[in-house]
């Protein structure tokens, strides 16, 4: 299944809102996540099933969409959000990821 | 605390074998399915291969299979993922991740990561 995610970079000033798209060549139902990942560091999972926020995630992070579209919205960017964010499909075997939306200031 | 630790990256040459190991604790290990994942220089995420919680069940990416194996000893909270007949292409940081359910993958908590750097 792949992964098609848009745009690949987003630029966004701290405080407004930044919306992702990621679309599957198949159906995946909710078998989906969202993470964010910082130079040098590993993923952090942030969404799964869809929609539901990871423990630890902020509130201004959400998940919506099922079958072939999915978008992530973070409804007021704070500096630490400007990141890479990478999407993931868990409904089959190879498990596959998007190639990432990088969020720029 | 859910910690997941790699080690047994390095440099190696085309052709040759090396064996990364993932230590987990915080955790009951068999409890967890695990991954390997790997990125590449300036690239993105590539799932590699999978091991349920009790080590029955396998899957693995096909540029990967038949050259790397994934294995695990519960008794040392440890995975394990050995890799032979490497190419420069198998260049990368190598994760593990764990998944929430001892069957069935996604990652929830994620290593730091081993290099691996393969020369020819």
């Known amino acids: 299944i792949v992964m098609t995610q848009s745009p690949a970079t987003l630029s966004v000033s701290p405080g407004e809102r930044a919306t992702l798209s990621c679309r599957a060549s198949q159906s995946v139902g909710s078998n989906f996540a969202w993470y964010q990942q910082k130079p040098g560091q590993a993923p952090r999972l942030l969404i799964y099933d869809a929609s539901i926020r990871a423990t630890g995630i902020p509130a201004r992070f959400s998940g919506s969409g099922s079958g072939t579209e999915f978008t992530l919205t973070i409804s007021s960017l704070q500096s630490e959000d400007f990141a890479v964010y990478y999407c993931?499909?868990?409904?089959?075997?190879?498990?596959?990821f998007g190639h990432g939306t990088r969020v720029e200031i | 605390e859910v910690q997941l630790m790699e080690s047994g990256g390095g440099l190696i040459q085309s052709g040759g074998s090396l064996r990364l190991s993932c230590v987990g604790s915080?955790?009951?290990?068999?409890?967890?399915?695990i991954s390997w994942v790997r990125q590449g220089p300036g690239k993105w995420l590539e799932w590699l291969a999978y091991i349920s919680g009790t080590g029955k069940t396998e899957h693995y990416e096909d540029s990967v299979r038949g050259r790397f194996t994934i294995s695990r000893d519960n008794s040392k909270n440890t995975l394990y993922l050995q890799m032979n007949s490497l190419r420069v292409e198998d260049t990368a940081v190598y994760f593990c991740?764990?998944?929430?359910?001892?069957?069935?993958?996604?990652?929830?908590?994620w290593g730091q990561g081993a290099l691996v750097t393969v020369s020819s």
């Open positions: 915080g955790f009951t290990f068999s409890s967890h399915a």
């Open positions: 993931h499909q868990y409904n089959d075997w190879p498990r596959t």
């Open positions: 991740a764990r998944s929430p359910y001892r069957d069935g993958w996604f990652g929830d908590y």
